[in-house]
């Protein structure tokens, strides 16, 4: 049996010497060099971030990836090499400037096909409606095609878009958009490593679970926010509305949309969570209070939470879930065609807690593919499936008050009737996901044909 590793030689010229990724995974993780000196603030650079597995969060998909692959980086251009970058960001115009980052001689190579150029969104899944028009743009901009582009996206919905789109315009040429499911392999990798090694986890330990508080607990729920979007100063307006805010933990950073009233929508939602009739003019004294409040921390101080993007994989803590009996997790957007299920979405499978989800519709079923089950009917969770923003929100809203109308001995007696289904998720979530082989393959493959 042939196990010679498949090998991958990416280029750029930023880096100042040879890279090997099985024994630099970390430096190569972190190398984060402004492609030219330029980031135009448009978010772009060259550095792996979430394109390869670090020996760390994502530890069990690096030791299969060291397995099969030799995947080097390197300042010194081959006959023919790949290049890539990452997209930390997607806005409406990325691609008109990315054209402008990419070097020249690139340009001619990938018009020659020399050069196989990936753009990755590997760990973000924000999509405008401008990403693919622009980006065919720039595909015909710089003479690319099928074989010598690629752009990976951690939308969940980003392949049933794409075919929608080359349907709708049967004049282009389709190229390779694939999925990411990066956070589904981080957070899975984490947990297992957690429950391996948890020494190695001080505050954050698997090992912790053995003293899962029986008692009756402080607290209803947990709502964890960092960075103020418009459905999550919404919620917490809510919580105020209802009387129900001092029954939970609540982190908000503060900044954020300024002014409800005016409020149009952006990209992270396209309508607002509430827009018609009165319920507005009864949500406004309680958004202004949400504004007034901010910050608010839980269990990490304001300067952390600030300024630790990462702080889902190096502060996660099970207290706060430990001393409550469900979550109510805000994804990083509400009312959108993109889907991006990050750490959010996951962790609460990992950490023992049922949660209801403020994000866009149709985000449950997903967690159902990879083995997870969620809480109906302990849950009602037919908000899920509301497309209008305003409804969903008043459903999601309803649901929590249902839970908090409880009295704690019900409510203490409600999460422990679900513990078969707690166990379950523990044990998926604690089972390593690879998304890596998927990608690295078609990788692999494209530019062995090219």
Not at 121 to 143: A, K, L, Q
Not at 202 to 225: A, K, L, P, T
Request: proline share 5%; net charge negative; with cysteine.
């Amino acid at each position: 049996m042939n196990h010679r590793k498949k090998k991958m030689i990416f280029y750029h010229p930023n880096i100042k010497h040879t890279l090997d990724f099985a024994k630099h995974s970390s430096h190569i993780e972190g190398n984060v060099d402004l492609i030219n000196g330029k980031d135009i603030n448009r978010n772009c650079w060259f550095g792996c971030l979430a394109f390869i597995p670090a020996d760390g969060s994502t530890n069990y998909a690096y030791e299969q990836t060291k397995k099969k692959y030799d995947i080097i980086f390197t300042p010194h251009k081959q006959e023919k090499y790949m290049m890539f970058y990452e997209a930390g960001d997607m806005h409406d115009d990325w691609f008109v400037h990315f054209y402008d980052i990419v070097p020249t001689d690139v340009k001619k190579d990938i018009e020659e096909k020399r050069c196989l150029l990936i753009v990755s969104m590997m760990n973000e899944g924000i999509n405008m409606p401008s990403t693919f028009p622009t980006m065919h743009e720039f595909i015909d901009r710089v003479g690319a095609s099928k074989d010598t582009f690629m752009f990976i996206s951690a939308d969940f919905n980003i392949e049933n878009k794409y075919k929608k789109f080359c349907e709708e315009n049967p004049n282009i040429e389709p190229v390779d958009v694939i999925k990411s499911q990066y956070f589904v392999t981080a957070m899975t990798n984490e947990f297992e490593q957690m429950s391996r090694v948890p020494q190695d986890y001080v505050n954050r330990s698997m090992g912790s679970f053995s003293q899962v508080n029986m008692d009756i607990r402080d607290y209803y729920y947990v709502c964890m926010n960092r960075l103020p979007k418009i459905h999550r100063q919404v919620i917490i307006a809510y919580l105020l509305k209802l009387g129900i805010f001092d029954k939970g933990l609540v982190s908000l950073l503060d900044g954020g949309v300024d002014n409800f009233e005016t409020f149009q929508g952006n990209r992270y939602s396209e309508r607002p969570p509430i827009y018609r009739g009165k319920e507005k003019e009864y949500i406004m004294p309680y958004w202004e209070k949400t504004k007034d409040m901010a910050p608010m921390t839980i269990d990490l101080d304001y300067e952390t939470l600030k300024n630790n993007f990462g702080a889902w994989n190096t502060h996660m803590t099970f207290e706060p879930h430990n001393n409550s009996y469900f979550s109510i997790q805000t994804g990083t957007s509400y009312d959108t065609d993109w889907v991006h299920l990050d750490d959010k979405f996951f962790k609460c499978f990992g950490l023992l807690q049922p949660f209801i989800w403020v994000g866009p519709p149709n985000s449950l079923p997903y967690a159902e593919k990879y083995g997870f089950k969620t809480f109906h009917p302990y849950i009602d969770e037919s908000y899920d499936k509301i497309e209008d923003p305003q409804d969903r929100m008043l459903a999601i809203v309803k649901e929590i008050e249902r839970l908090c109308s409880m009295s704690k001995k019900e409510i203490h007696e409600w999460y422990h009737s679900m513990w078969n289904i707690l166990a379950h998720n523990l044990e998926v979530v604690k089972t390593p996901f690879d998304c890596y082989e998927k990608i690295y393959s078609k990788v692999y493959d494209k530019f062995t044909y090219l």
